[in-house]
């Protein structure tokens, strides 16, 4: 079964950056738009931003202005940078194939076990 590879989490404190990397099975990647989600404990899923195969990028709002999506389509790798990092921040991040809108349904397949963001002092 196919899945994506997150990496790049860790202990960050407030204010700090951290930069996360995601490697997508080809034949997904070459063929959707990429978002990295994340999820807080008893919190739902959520996506936070969202990349096309054209470049074209979407945000949340809780993180627009501080978080960059980008993918390098000959590593089938999109990445996450996330700058300016608040407590509010702290969930395990994912990447998977994602809604251009930012609007649910999720993608049901693919998922991998996320790379874990922590920021505190």
């Known amino acids: 079964q196919v899945h994506m590879v997150e990496s790049g989490g860790g202990l960050v404190q407030p204010g700090g950056s951290l930069r996360l990397s995601c490697v997508a099975p080809?034949?997904?990647?070459?063929?959707?738009?990429m978002g990295w989600y994340r999820q807080a404990p008893g919190k739902q899923r959520e996506l936070v931003a969202v990349i096309t195969r054209g470049g074209f990028t979407n945000y949340a709002d809780s993180v627009k202005g501080r978080f960059t999506i980008s993918r390098d389509n000959a590593k089938n790798t999109v990445y996450l940078q996330m700058n300016s990092l608040k407590p509010g921040d702290t969930a395990v991040y994912y990447c998977?194939?994602?809604?251009?809108?930012?609007?649910?349904?999720?993608?049901?397949?693919?998922w991998g076990v996320g790379t874990l963001v922590t920021v505190s002092s």
């Open positions: 080809g034949s997904i990647f070459s063929t959707n738009a």
């Open positions: 998977n194939v994602g809604p251009v809108t930012m609007r649910r349904p999720y993608p049901m397949d693919y």
